[in-house]
């Protein structure tokens, strides 16, 4: 599922489980990112994990990725 730094995520809920399984879901991003959101809202990323608060998404991204917005994946609703 993980290679490194250089390990490729297909989805979002990937994303999250590697982060809950190692930890870092609640770890600060080193640069807090603005997300817009599926539901036409946006919310500021400041985890590696991160729930919009008007619907729900989950958004993950891994600490070795979390320099590239592109890398943000959403995991679905309440995931």
Do not use: W
Not at 8 to 34: C, N, T, Y
Request: charged share 25%; aromatic share 8%; with cysteine.
């Amino acid at each position: 599922m993980h290679e490194g730094c250089s390990g490729k995520f297909e989805s979002g809920k990937q994303i999250v489980d590697k982060l809950r399984m190692m930890g870092f879901e609640r770890q600060a991003m080193p640069l807090p990112v603005k997300i817009d959101c599926e539901c036409q809202k946006s919310f500021i990323m400041k985890t590696f994990e991160s729930k919009c608060p008007h619907c729900g998404m989950v958004y993950g991204v891994t600490p070795c990725h979390a320099f590239d917005k592109s890398n943000i994946l959403a995991a679905g609703k309440d995931y």
